[in-house]
């Protein structure tokens, strides 16, 4: 089984600035990795995927970068409606595609 | 609009069933791969069970092998998971997801709200 790491567990920052968020993978996964983004109460939503691909609808704040192994999420300029939990997933080994333990971003 | 509703959560004991049930809209079902995704009471998301288009193939996490069953019917539009022997651990929001692959990746690009399943005695 692949195993996900992200970091870190826990984050704090403020509006406006820049953060990063990393996610390991056990193997290779090319760049088999999408990353959600959810709000206490409410489900998921897809933000990046195949790495750096931008899902529609989602601002161009959010970035995402990597291959292999190690994997980045990027949001620069953070709004008030970005606090929340990260997680990534890997679908190299589609249809069971583990996640991260999850990132929680909350405010400074 | 796609859009995923979850229904069929509830209490029940452990030893017990539930069948949940995912209505979905908005796209040609029959041709996506969907899948069931939990979360416990404050933990991450885990990765439960996928279907291929048409039920072509079913997938399950080592967890709960043995125990649940999805499965979906294209005339309906609703895709099914249903758990047998439930454990305390089955605790949990058991979201649905749509799976699209193509080109672009792989990946989960609609969720559904959620249905709570609390196993308890």
């Known amino acids: 089984d692949i195993q996900m790491t992200q970091s870190p567990s826990s984050l704090s920052a403020s509006v406006g600035d820049r953060v990063t968020i990393t996610c390991r993978a056990s193997?290779?996964?090319?760049?088999?990795l999408n990353w959600y983004q959810q709000k206490p109460g409410k489900a998921p939503k897809l933000l990046i995927y195949?790495?750096?691909s931008l899902q529609g609808g989602v601002p161009s704040r959010f970035s995402g970068s990597g291959s292999g192994t190690d994997f980045t999420l990027t949001i620069n300029s953070l709004q008030p409606e970005d606090f929340a939990t990260y997680y990534c997933?890997?679908?190299?080994?589609?249809?069971?595609?583990?996640f991260g333990q999850g990132t929680k971003l909350e405010i400074k | 609009e796609v859009q995923l509703l979850e229904s069929g959560g509830g209490w029940v004991q452990p030893g017990g069933s539930l069948r949940l049930a995912c209505a979905a809209s908005?796209?040609?079902?029959?041709?996506?791969?969907m899948s069931w995704v939990r979360q416990a009471p404050g933990r991450g998301l885990e990765w439960v069970s996928a279907?291929?288009?048409?039920?072509?193939?079913?997938y399950y996490a080592d967890s709960v092998k043995g125990r649940f069953t999805i499965s979906r019917d294209d005339s309906k539009n609703t895709l099914y998971l249903q758990m047998n022997s439930l454990r305390v651990e089955d605790t949990a929001v058991y979201y649905c997801?749509?799976?699209?692959?193509?080109?672009?990746?792989?990946?989960?690009?609609?969720w559904g709200q959620g249905t709570l399943v609390t196993v308890s005695s």
């Open positions: 997801a749509k799976g699209t692959s193509d080109s672009g990746g792989i990946r989960d690009d609609y």
């Open positions: 908005g796209f040609t079902f029959s041709t996506y791969a």
């Open positions: 279907i291929g288009d048409r039920g072509t193939s079913t």
């Open positions: 193997q290779s996964i090319s760049n088999y």
């Open positions: 195949t790495a750096s």
């Open positions: 997933q890997q679908s190299y080994s589609n249809p069971m595609c583990s």
